[in-house]
């Protein structure tokens, strides 16, 4: 029993002594890690604070964009600091680099897609092709723009539904941006018989035209001869109006041409057509009206055959 004891003892200085070799073996390097993890901490902060400052000011660069390379730059320097600090208790760092190297390329083929978008998010926000408020139209999606991430897009659609986009389909694929132009042109046709007075269709149709201060004077509206046909001769108004007023006028347009013609009495059997396209506000939809203009021809006159 008393060997035993003795046994104990002996065994449990020694393993004292031991501890007491490693505390102060290691004391050193324990101290300094701790000490190379605060420095380092605060220094990452610092300099991704400076890099988002820089970025910021940076004509261009969305508020995202700007925020993630910050985080960028701030998890590398977290990550060179913890590798240091590995390397101040004699851990070889470059098998540790290869491991992360090894299991970042593995991360990266299984979230292709994953970085495809954020690849391609970047490129919208650097490139801006639309920003929020704009309405879009690409060959699958179409909308108002919400947001713009760094994974997807959202959009509002004309009727009002909500729509998330992935990024990498905005960027390869053509977009059509209806509200990034300051003005655009709206078409108004109408078609005539031949017997009809052409004169008088123009007349009418530049007067609607120039009597709307929505119409802009540069460029001047013009009407002219668009077609011709064995029973109709198809005649357009064309004008622009600023992008805010394009939606508005244009529905406007249509009826008053209907109006116009209908009060003269000049209505054929010709149909005519209207040339719109989708618009932010409000919802875009298919308009077409059939107006048609036919002379009128004294008691007096003449009939003749075309």
């Excluded at 590798?83 to 851990?91: E, N, R």
């Excluded at 801006?128 to 959202?154: C, D, N």
């Excluded at 875009?284 to 002379?295: G, M, N, T, Y």
Aim: hydrophobic share 45%; glycine share 6%.
């Amino acid at each position: 029993m008393e060997q035993q004891a003795t046994d104990l003892i002996i065994a449990t200085r020694s393993a004292l002594d031991q501890a007491s070799a490693l505390a102060v073996q290691y004391s050193f390097s324990i101290l300094g890690a701790i000490i190379l993890l605060i420095v380092g901490w605060v220094t990452a902060s610092l300099i991704s604070r400076w890099a988002y400052e820089g970025i910021s000011r940076v004509r261009g660069i969305d508020e995202t964009l700007a925020r993630f390379f910050t985080n960028v730059v701030h998890y590398a320097l977290l990550m060179l600091v913890f590798i240091t600090v590995l390397g101040q208790f004699g851990v070889q760092t470059a098998s540790i680099i290869a491991t992360l190297g090894a299991a970042g390329l593995a991360i990266g083929l299984a979230l292709q897609g994953t970085l495809q978008n954020i690849a391609a998010g970047i490129m919208l926000l650097v490139l801006r092709p639309f920003r929020v408020g704009e309405y879009i139209e690409t060959s699958s999606v179409s909308g108002t723009v919400l947001e713009i991430g760094l994974f997807a897009t959202e959009l509002r659609t004309a009727d009002g539904l909500y729509r998330l986009a992935p990024n990498s389909t905005l960027w390869n694929t053509p977009i059509t941006n209806y509200s990034r132009q300051p003005t655009r042109q709206n078409d108004v046709k109408i078609n005539i018989t031949h017997q009809d007075d052409l004169d008088l269709a123009m007349e009418t149709l530049m007067k609607l035209a120039t009597g709307d201060k929505r119409v802009l004077k540069t460029p001047a509206p013009s009407v002219f001869i668009d077609s011709l046909s064995d029973s109709a001769v198809s005649v357009t108004l064309r004008y622009w109006a600023s992008t805010g007023d394009w939606w508005g006028l244009s529905r406007d347009m249509i009826k008053r041409v209907k109006l116009a013609f209908d009060k003269r009495g000049e209505i054929g059997d010709a149909p005519a057509e209207v040339s719109n396209a989708p618009v932010p506000e409000p919802a875009p939809e298919e308009a077409q009206v059939r107006v048609s203009a036919r002379k009128r021809t004294p008691k007096s006159s003449p009939q003749t055959q075309p």
